[in-house]
């Protein structure tokens, strides 16, 4: 058997073992700006697969079309949910303004898994911090990872 076949199937079986990406199980919920993440994720997706498609690519048509059904799937059970004007406890989607021990503040959006990026001040809600935050007022403290923060200011 020559070496340029072999590389050629181990090729296909990596295609073919790409596996599905992980969909949570939890409840996807989004805000205004996810879903428009998702719907700009999926027209980027299907834009590449058509790239793709036209060159013969086949591993990029398995990647992106892999990439695809995951963006579909989240895009079928989004579900959108935007907070009360006003509220006055936390909610999905309010930004939450926290202040620790120490009197360091920091300022959390909470969005959907897709959405959150903390590096860009949003978590997701799943997170510890959001969990503990949901019901949680202006006054009020909560406990994360042995740190003590402040509700000190929320806004949707």
Do not use: C
């Not at 428009?36 to 790239?51: G, H, V």
């Not at 799937?73 to 202040?99: I, Y």
């Not at 997170?127 to 503990?132: F, G």
């Amino acid at each position: 058997m020559s070496r340029a076949f072999t590389r050629e199937e181990d090729s296909e079986n990596a295609i073919a073992g790409i596996g599905e990406r992980p969909v949570s199980l939890h409840r996807n919920l989004v805000t205004v700006n996810g879903l428009a993440m998702i719907d700009a994720e999926m027209a980027s997706l299907r834009a590449a697969l058509a790239n793709a498609e036209a060159d013969s690519d086949r591993e990029r048509i398995a990647l992106v079309s892999r990439d695809l059904r995951y963006w579909s799937a989240r895009r079928e059970n989004a579900e959108l949910s935007v907070p009360e004007p006003d509220g006055s406890v936390v909610r999905f989607g309010m930004s939450v303004t926290l202040e620790d021990e120490a009197g360091k503040a920091v300022t959390w959006k909470i969005v959907g898994e897709d959405e959150a990026d903390p590096a860009k001040g949003s978590i997701s809600h799943v997170s510890p911090m959001a969990l503990a935050l949901f019901g949680k007022s202006v006054g009020d403290t909560v406990l994360v990872n042995g740190r003590e923060w402040e509700v000190v200011g929320l806004r949707q």
